[in-house]
Every structure is written in C-alpha cells, then in structure tokens.
C-alpha cells in the first residue's frame, strides 16, 4: 500500500474533493481513481496542458523536463503543475479553473 497523503481538490465554484493518494502514484491518476474529475486530453503523456492546477498548499516532486518545457510553452504560472506529472510528498490541496462534471 505504501504511504499516503490526503489531496484536497477545489473546483472553480468553490466546491472540494478530498481523496487519499500513495506515493507513486501522480495526482491524475488518483483523481481519476477517486472519481474526482480533471481535465487530461492526452491521457497523461504531459502533452496538452489540459491538465493543468494550481498549488495552494502542500509539497510535491520537482518538475522534471516535459513538464517543465510545457508549463512554460503554455504560459502557466509558477505555482502551476500538471496533474499528470504531479507527485505529492506531503499533504497537498490544489485548484482547477472549472467545475466538477
Ligand atoms: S493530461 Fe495532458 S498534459 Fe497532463
């Protein structure tokens, strides 16, 4: 099983997720596990964007280079990640810019 950490998920109109993620396991794939829905038009090969959020607390992996090159061609802020590329190493709470399905 593995260690895990709590991820709060914030939609555009204020309502939140919260589900269990394992280390190894990216933010992505345990929203989608977790029926908690984010946009992923690729399916997790860092190559749209789509999957973009926004940290507000929390720690997670650095950024390796895809999404690094990414991030920056698609002009995201700072403290944006890709889900499909996010790895948590704490307790994290992100946010979308749209709202649940
Ligand atoms: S799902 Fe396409 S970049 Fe993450």
Do not use: W
Not at 30 to 44: F, K, S
């Amino acid at each position: 099983m593995g260690i895990a950490f709590p991820v709060q998920l914030v939609y555009a109109d204020g309502s939140t997720v919260t589900f269990s993620i394992t280390v190894q396991n990216s933010l992505l794939v345990a929203a989608m596990r977790n029926t908690a829905y984010i946009r992923h038009d690729c399916g997790g090969k860092a190559q749209c964007g789509t999957c973009r959020v926004k940290v507000l607390a929390g720690k997670a992996a650095p950024k390796g280079v895809r999404e690094a090159s990414l991030l920056e061609k698609i002009n995201a802020d700072s403290d944006e990640r890709l889900a499909c590329q996010l790895f948590p190493m704490a307790p994290i709470k992100v946010q979308v810019n749209y709202n649940r399905k």
